[in-house]
């Protein structure tokens, strides 16, 4: 398998697509190399978003919150949107052809509570993308068709 350029999307670019970013690049490691974009990304990464990686002994270091503009010129195998701003923009025509799923989350950055509670609603976004992840790791996506991939991705967003 040649490995697969995923681009994780969400509005702000701060939390959930870099989190999703962070484990792709982790547990896919020579499947797949995960980048992260915006559509109107806030300028900086979340810095609950970077803690929770390095509580979970991922590295929090080289992240970016950066426009989906700037991919414009990678090759992009699939496109995964995972707040519900970014699943229903139009996305650049570069995306056209590209595979596109959707998985939805909560925005962890909209919590307010106690630093633990904070942290907790990181936590759960983490857990969430993980087991998403570990399912898209799961698929033969070698011997299936981009629609296939793109129904068995959409419906990773709904289960997990």
């Given at each position: 398998?040649?490995?697969?350029?995923?681009?994780?999307l969400c509005?702000?670019?701060?939390?959930?697509?870099?989190?999703g970013e962070?484990?792709?690049?982790?547990?896919?490691?020579?499947?797949?190399?995960?980048?992260?974009?915006?559509?109107?990304?806030?300028?900086?990464?979340?810095?609950?978003?970077?803690?929770?990686?390095?509580?979970?002994?991922?590295?929090?270091?080289?992240?970016?919150?950066?426009?989906?503009?700037?991919?414009?010129?990678?090759?992009?195998?699939?496109?995964?949107?995972?707040?519900?701003?970014?699943?229903?923009?139009?996305?650049?025509?570069?995306?056209?052809?590209?595979?596109?799923?959707?998985?939805?989350?909560?925005?962890?950055?909209?919590?307010?509570?106690?630093?633990?509670?904070?942290?907790?609603?990181?936590?759960?976004?983490?857990?969430?993308?993980?087991?998403?992840?570990?399912?898209?790791?799961?698929?033969?996506?070698?011997?299936?068709?981009?629609?296939?991939?793109?129904?068995?991705?959409?419906?990773?967003?709904?289960?997990?």
């Open positions: 398998m040649t490995e697969k350029n995923i681009l994780v509005t702000g670019n701060s939390c959930r697509s870099v989190l962070a484990l792709i690049n982790h547990l896919g490691k020579g499947r797949f190399k995960a980048y992260s974009a915006g559509s109107r990304p806030i300028g900086k990464v979340n810095q609950n978003a970077l803690a929770c990686l390095k509580r979970n002994g991922l590295p929090a270091e080289g992240y970016t919150s950066q426009s989906w503009d700037e991919f414009a010129d990678t090759p992009i195998d699939i496109a995964i949107t995972v707040c519900d701003n970014a699943a229903g923009e139009i996305c650049p025509v570069y995306l056209n052809s590209v595979i596109r799923a959707h998985w939805g989350l909560p925005d962890p950055a909209h919590v307010t509570g106690t630093e633990d509670e904070i942290a907790q609603a990181f936590q759960a976004t983490f857990d969430a993308l993980t087991v998403r992840v570990n399912k898209l790791l799961a698929l033969p996506i070698d011997g299936m068709t981009p629609h296939e991939i793109s129904k068995a991705l959409n419906q990773i967003g709904k289960e997990a």
